[in-house]
């Protein structure tokens, strides 16, 4: 039985979106709405996790120490 989309990770996730339209792989698909909805829908669905990934790298680097050729320095001593 398959897990409700609010259990499914991100990874889960991004594998059923990419299980969905590879189905337009094969062939060269005429843009029926069905196709529409579903490039669409992934098209979204990849931006929204795109923004997710990139506050949570934002988050990371304003927290954590940064690597120089001097070694790991704050975000505060790099800076100058």
Known sequence: MPEPAAELTI????RNLKRTISKYKRGRPTPTPEVVVDVTKAIHELSDHLITLNRRIEKL???QK???TRGWVGRESSAT
Request: without cysteine; hydrophobic residues 20%; charged residues 50%.
């Open 61 to 63: 680097e304003r927290n």
């Open 66 to 68: 940064e690597w120089t």
């Open 11 to 14: 990874e889960q996730k991004l």
